[in-house]
């Protein structure tokens, strides 16, 4: 089980997937959902593209079966 945190986008705690974002002296969490929504993620977006909607117990069995995100150290997707 993924560990319980709370996105700052809908105030919803719970284990699906996030995206942590490190601005240093703290991290700010969110739904990768709503990370696209808010601040228009692309890397959210990417993760996300193909789950066709999906919302709930659905998105996250989807996104947990996705192989895990690399970032640079610019925060950037690695192919």
Same mark, same amino acid.
């Given at each position: 089980?993924?560990?319980?945190? =709370?996105?700052?986008?809908? =105030?919803?705690?719970?284990? +699906?997937?996030?995206?942590? !974002?490190? +601005?240093?002296?703290?991290? !700010?969490?969110?739904?990768?959902?709503?990370?696209?929504? =808010?601040?228009?993620?692309?890397?959210?977006?990417?993760?996300?593209?193909?789950?066709?909607?999906?919302?709930?117990? =659905?998105?996250?069995?989807?996104?947990?079966?996705?192989?895990?995100? !690399?970032?640079?150290? +610019?925060?950037?997707? !690695?192919?």
């Amino acid at each position: 089980m993924a560990l319980m945190r =709370t996105c700052i986008g809908c =105030t919803q705690t719970d284990d +699906h997937p996030k995206d942590i !974002v490190d +601005h240093g002296t703290f991290m !700010v969490v969110w739904h990768l959902d709503c990370h696209v929504i =808010t601040v228009d993620c692309r890397s959210c977006k990417n993760r996300l593209a193909d789950a066709k909607g999906a919302k709930g117990e =659905t998105l996250r069995a989807h996104l947990v079966s996705l192989p895990p995100l !690399v970032l640079d150290e +610019h925060g950037e997707e !690695v192919s």
